[in-house]
């Protein structure tokens, strides 16, 4: 089917211009049943082939059929890889549509750039693509936006239509705006239900294998700040686990990851290992009597969660006896109230070869 934009003709030519259009759609179809990776031979001299005729040269991972601005007629979505070496490459993105073009009175088939803030590429490998409905409209036909994400998990980017794409068709400015980009090595995530993107580093936390994780929400024009390439600012960060607290968390070598583990241990069910497991005999005694300053305002049944903002610590060797390890935490109450960030220093101890948490400073 061929969308119908502000096609002012009656007659002979409106009916003409129609069996042009659908003729143009029907043969592009045809292409994208073809496979991408081989030169099509013995097709009819009529058939316009994405690989063969307008991408010449360019390895084209695949083509999708997905309404991508809204108008009920779905558009052809292009991936195809560039500047390969044996079977990688950066990959990017085009969008074709049936927009009808004034100057000859005809529809035709116009390419859109999908462009990454600073000419970035779209991802590595070819990414998987929804709409989403992120970014609240005006006024108008409602319009959702595309999220494009890899499989690996390190590419997230979003893509909003800024206007009607025609006549005349145009891409200048671009007619799908990047409204958020996110890339990293070590993860990123974003969940359909929140909105909200996570993106996980390693980067200064290598040691002890920690992670931390920075949050974002969409604000009015997605996730930069309108009118700019720049995110908008985490509304939360917290250093974690990558994949949970190890089983054999008593046992690691990093006295950081004990001090970790057990605020990270707060609000969990019969947790295993327990709090007390962390400390030395002395702190497990006031943990118990409620004794222990271990940054909390909310007493112990009725805190909710905890999380620790920032954490530093010495390098220790294997004959490290004691060590002193430093958080910025904050706690959350069963009441939904949210202590403001406390920092607790840890005087860190071995007993029996393993780290424990002996005295807290605050």
């Known amino acids: 089917m061929v969308r119908r934009r502000n096609l002012r003709k009656t007659g002979r030519q409106q009916h003409c211009a129609f069996r042009l259009a659908r003729l143009v759609a029907v043969m ?8 991408a990776c081989t030169v099509e031979e013995g097709l009819p001299e009529y058939v316009i082939a994405i690989s063969r005729d307008v991408l010449r040269g360019k390895n084209i991972l695949g083509v999708q059929r997905l309404d991508t601005d809204s108008d009920g007629v779905d558009e052809w979505l292009t991936f195809y890889r560039f500047d390969q070496v044996n079977d990688r490459g950066p990959v990017a993105a085009l969008i074709y549509d049936v927009v009808f073009d004034p100057a000859i009175q ?16 779209l991802a590595q490998d070819k990414p998987e693509v929804t709409l989403v409905d992120l970014v609240p409209e005006s006024g108008g036909v409602p319009r959702k936006e595309l999220v494009f994400r890899t ?21 200048n400015p671009p007619l799908y705006r990047c409204i958020g980009f996110f890339r990293s090595p070590d993860g990123v995530h974003f969940d359909e239900n929140t909105l ?14 920690l992670v931390r994780k920075h949050f974002y929400r969409p604000e009015a024009d997605g996730y930069f700040i309108t009118g700019t390439n720049t995110l908008v600012s985490p509304f939360a960060a917290i250093i ?12 690691t070598p990093y006295a950081e990851k004990i001090v970790l583990a057990f605020y990270r ?40 969660w905890a999380v620790v903002k920032e954490l530093s610590y010495y390098p220790t060797q294997d004959d490290t006896q004691s060590t002193i390890v430093t958080v910025k935490v904050q706690f959350r109450s069963t009441s939904d109230e949210l202590s ?18 002996d005295y807290p400073q605050s």
Not at 28 to 35: E, R
Not at 196 to 209: I, P
């Open 28 to 35: 592009l179809l045809l292409t994208v049943l073809l496979p």
């Open 106 to 121: 005809l529809p035709v088939v116009y390419p859109y750039k999908l462009r990454a803030p600073y000419e970035n590429y």
């Open 151 to 171: 499989k690996t998990k390190t590419d997230l980017a979003f893509f909003r239509l800024t206007r009607d794409p025609g006549p005349p068709p145009t891409d």
């Open 196 to 209: 909200e993107v996570s993106v996980t580093s390693r980067t200064g936390y290598e040691r002890s294998d």
């Open 240 to 251: 974690d686990f990558p994949a949970g607290i190890p089983t054999d968390i008593l046992d």
């Open 265 to 304: 241990t707060f609000g969990k069910t019969d947790p295993q290992p327990k709090h007390v497991d962390y400390l030395s005999t002395q702190a497990a005694a006031e943990f118990q009597e409620g004794k222990l300053k271990y940054g909390s305002p909310f007493p112990l049944n009725e805190i909710k």
């Open 340 to 357: 403001s960030l406390t920092e607790v220093r840890w005087t860190m101890i071995r007993v029996a070869g393993r780290w424990k948490m």
